[in-house]
Structures are given as structure tokens and as C-alpha cells.
């Protein structure tokens, strides 16, 4: 079956394979108002029910949670509009040509198969969120928040059914899930404003003036549960500046913006940021500072029954839509970075065996447990390579260097790149500071190495240059 | 047909989010809340598909 991609994400991602090799051209440049509604609808996802709940098991204060969320996500619209955009519309090309073109395209492939990877685990924590939906009718025993193995038999069926219905869907009918993505979106941000305001009496909270300190001493107490650590402002900080470091810092979303007529529009993620991130994280944290009020401080972590309380069918449906649209454009995307290992297999084959091994990861409940860990560690991989792109445009000119060496010499395989990538991630795992606050450093350490690296390639073919203009 | 599928679509995105104030203002009572919420639901993916696949 032929993928006939009509709807807005799949229109996106279609955006990447149009012009993949061309910057875009005038006529196809868009509006101000495509970004915002884009990045409103995806960053509502499968990923906030989990992420808003996490923040409360780690004993998150109210006040660091609240003043953590603003500062954090305002450094993530500022990365986009300042670090992404400027680029995006200079260059308008994808990233993976932006970094075929400094990199090679042998260095390229592995960095599709690193993203790859990484989208099989989200796709699989995504699954896992919306199993614990599934599994309610049938009583199953829920994961708890310490579990790193299968607790039970019913929790691997549901994963199993959950996964397969997610994989064959991808590999035949992605088109219409994309399609129902779009559909569910307003839904989704109005549930995720409903739900809580449901439950706000059960908190004990009956009016505005009583927010704030049942907020403090019932939802965001300061004290985390057992096994967990604890978390600060700057946990939350830079968790919420960094979980989409992979797209703003680490520049994947050159292939978004790169269709923006002006770089103001890096400014349209707060969309997502606000909207989603920070109210979806702040809802669900309510959601689940409820369960574990009525539960007693049960261990168990699972969205699903969460949900289930606080919304009835209505957020069981919540729960697996939104695990679910996340988890199918995951797997299709980490279906094409694998095609281009084995490009003569048919599509649906190699969405089958990404499906397969994204379904096996999500039998692991630490996938969901360890989420915030994961996202964390994502951005961190991927990132330099974003320091590569950044340095290459604004710093190699202004050195007297070339960019796009791979383009000018002709070669595959950038060893200033790779080496930057490989010793940026060993300091950076080295570092004595936790895995949350490693990219930030990481990022001055990643440019810091390219630009000297690239000198050291590049000085002698400069020198040639200089000497052949006089 | 175009402007009934919006509507309905709009009622129930009220359905979805006006009830949970009701019940924050106890004006309304749990089972009606669900009730309403899962009515909303519906009446949303039942009718948004149509009108929101033509603007697509």
C-alpha cells in the first residue's frame, strides 16, 4: 500500500523529503500561523503524562516547579529563535543535508541510525503509557515506579497488542493515524485543562485562594518518594529547556523552520512550550499527586488509571491517543533514518522490524520510569553535531575557514566531526555534574573542539588558497 | 452540512471542558461530569474528521 500523505504532520515530514537537496524555494515558504498551530499540537503528547507525574515523584517543590517551567521553557523558545531560525532561513535546507554537507554522508548515516535508535526507545516508553490505558478493563497489575523488569504476564500482552496494533499501522496506514493526530489535538489540550480542574476539590482545593498552598503541601510537596531523587529549580529548568534539545540546540528542527519567511518565527515553539509543555506537565502533575493521595502513596506509576479517575473514558481514550500519536510517526521516522541502511528493503519490512524492537523495549517499564533520564540523554547525544552545524555557519567564516568542507573536498566522512561528537560525549559523560546539566557545557565544549579541529584540517588547503589569490 | 459538523464539533469541545468546571463549582454532580465529558468526546471524533479533513 502506498503512503498517500494528505494531513498537516504528514505534510511536515513529506516537507523533508521535498527539497532534501534543494534549498526551498520562495513560493513554498510559509505563513507565521502554520508554526504556531504546528508546535501547539505536538508538544501535547504521550510524553506529558508521564513527565508532569515524574516531576512529582522526585519531590518537586510548587514553587521551583512553577518559576523551574518558566525559566526553562523560555530558554528553549529563545534556542529556537536564536540558535535554530537564523540558520533555517539562511540555508533552507533539511539538517541531514545541512550535515551531509559539512559531515559527509557516511557520518550522516550514523547519525541517523543514533536518532533512529532513539526514537525506537520514545516510540517505546509511548507504548508502555498507552498499555496502562489498555490494560484497565482487564485488571492488569500496573508497573510501578521502581520496576525495571516486566512485573507481570498481562502487562507484556498489553504491551504486545498495544505495539503490534502501533506497528502494523505504521507500516500501512501511517497516512491516516497522522491525519488523526491533527484531529485529536484541541481535544487533547482541552482535557488536559479539564481533567485537573475536575479533580481540584478532591485536593481540597475549592477556590483560587486555595491553590497555592494545597499546591505546596498536597501536589508538589518538596519530598520525593521512596527511590527517587531529588529534584530543584535547576533539575526542572534544565529539563524543560533541554527536552527538545535534539530540535532547537541541536538543530533537527532546520527542517521545520527552514520553511518560515522570517526568523522571528523560531518564536512559535512557545506554543508548545506553554500550552503543552508547561500546562500539560503542571495537569498532570496534579492528576497524579490525586492518585497517590487516594492510593496512600502507592508506588504504582501508571497514566492510564491516573487518567481513568480523573476523566473517566474520556481520559482512558486520552491516555491511548496520545501515547499513540506519538509512538507512530516515531516508528515511521526511525523506519526511513534504518531505510537508508538497507535501501533495498521495502519500506514496510523495516517498519515491521523497528516495530519490533520498539515493542520489545516497551516491555521494559523503565523505559516510562527512567523517561525523564532518557529525554535527557537524547538531547545530549545528538547535540553536538547541532554545536558542528552552528560553528561551521557562524564561526569557520569569521576564522578565515571553509565550510561545508565535505562539499569542497569531496570526502564522506568528516573526522573533525566525528571527533568532535565522540570526545564531546566522553567529557561530557565524565563530567561530575548530573546527566541533566551535562549539555550545557557540553555544547561550548563540542564548538570549542570543531573549530579547532576544523583549523587543524583545514589549515593547510587555507594556506594554499591565500597563496594561490595573491 | 459543512456548518452543523462545526457546530456539533464545538459543542463537544464544550462537553469536554465546561463540565469539569461545573463540577469544580459542585453544580453538577461526578457521573454527570463523566457522562458529559464522554458524550464531548464523541460528538467530537465524530464530527471533526469531516470538516477538518476538507480544510486540510
Known sequence: ?470 | MRTFLKLSSSIGLGLTVIPSFLIFAQTITWKTYLTLMTIGTLLWFLTAPFWMKEEN
Open chain 1, 1 to 470: 500500500m502506498e503512503f498517500t500523505p494528505k494531513s498537516t504532520l504528514t505534510q511536515k515530514l513529506d516537507a523533508v523529503d521535498e527539497f532534501e537537496r534543494t534549498p526551498i524555494p520562495a513560493n513554498k515558504l510559509k505563513g507565521a500561523g502554520s508554526f504556531w498551530g504546528m508546535y501547539a499540537g505536538e508538544h501535547i503528547a504521550g510524553t506529558e503524562f508521564v513527565i508532569g507525574p515524574l516531576f512529582v515523584a522526585h519531590g518537586i517543590s510548587a514553587g521551583d516547579l512553577v518559576s523551574g517551567l518558566l525559566v526553562g521553557n523560555l530558554l528553549a523558545v529563545l534556542s529556537w529563535a536564536f540558535i535554530c531560525a537564523p540558520i533555517a532561513i539562511r540555508r533552507r535546507l533539511t539538517l541531514y543535508y545541512q550535515l551531509e554537507k559539512i559531515c559527509g554522508p557516511r557520518l550522516t548515516l550514523i547519525y541517523n541510525l543514533v536518532n533512529a535508535l532513539m526514537f525506537c526507545f520514545l516510540a517505546g516508553a509511548m507504548i508502555a503509557v498507552s498499555a496502562t490505558a489498555v490494560g484497565i478493563p482487564f485488571n492488569m497489575t500496573m508497573p510501578a515506579l521502581n520496576d525495571f523488569y516486566p512485573n507481570s504476564i498481562g502487562w507484556i500482552i498489553a504491551v504486545l497488542i498495544v505495539g503490534a496494533a502501533t506497528t502494523v499501522v505504521a507500516m500501512f496506514g501511517y497516512t491516516q493515524v497522522a491525519r488523526f493526530a491533527n484531529y485529536a489535538a484541541p481535544w487533547m489540550i482541552l482535557m488536559f485543562i479539564a481533567a485537573p480542574v475536575a479533580v481540584l476539590p478532591a485536593l481540597g482545593i475549592h477556590s483560587f485562594a486555595d491553590f497555592w498552598p494545597a499546591a505546596q503541601q498536597k501536589i508538589w510537596t518538596g519530598i520525593p518518594l521512596a527511590g527517587q531523587s531529588q529534584f530543584t529549580f535547576w533539575h526542572v529548568m534544565f529539563f524543560a529547556w533541554f527536552c527538545n534539545l535534539a530540535m532547537h540546540i541541536g538543530m533537527s528542527d532546520l527542517s521545520i523552520l527552514r520553511y518560515a519567511r522570517k526568523w522571528h518565527y523560531g518564536f512559535a515553539p512557545a506554543a508548545g512550550m506553554f500550552f503543552g509543555h508547561y500546562l500539560a506537565w503542571l495537569a498532570s502533575g496534579i492528576l497524579y499527586a490525586l492518585f497517590l493521595l487516594e492510593s496512600n502513596q502507592s508506588m504504582e506509576f501508571a497514566p492510564g488509571p491516573v487518567a481513568y479517575r480523573a476523566a473517566g473514558l474520556a481520559g482512558v481514550v486520552c491516555v491511548i491517543v496520545a501515547g499513540w500519536t506519538t509512538a507512530n510517526p516515531t516508528i515511521y521516522r526511525a523506519g526511513l533514518a534504518l531505510q537508508a541502511l538497507m535501501p533495498r528493503s521495502k519500506t514496510w519490512k523495516v517498519t515491521m522490524i523497528i516495530g519490533l524492537i520498539t515493542t520489545l523495549a516497551a516491555c521494559f517499564p523503565a523505559l516510562v520510569m527512567k523517561l525523564l533520564d532518557f529525554v535527557a540523554l537524547y538531547g545530549l547525544i545528538l547535540m553536538p553535531m547541532g554545536a558542528v552545524i552552528f560553528a561551521d555557519f557562524w564561526l569557520l567564516p569569521k576564522l578565515g575557514l571553509k565550510q561545508d568542507y565535505a562539499v569542497w573536498q569531496q570526502i564522506v566522512f568528516s573526522w573533525p566531526a566525528a571527533l568532535t561528537w565522540g570526545v564531546t560525549l566522553l567529557i561530557c559523560f565524565l563530567l561530575p555534574i548530573e546527566l541533566f546539566f551535562k549539555a550545557l557545557p557540553g555544547w561550548f565544549i563540542a564548538i570549542g573542539l570543531y573549530v579547532s579541529l576544523s583549523y587543524v584540517q583545514q589549515r593547510v588547503q587555507v594556506k594554499e588558497l591565500a597563496g594561490a589569490k595573491v
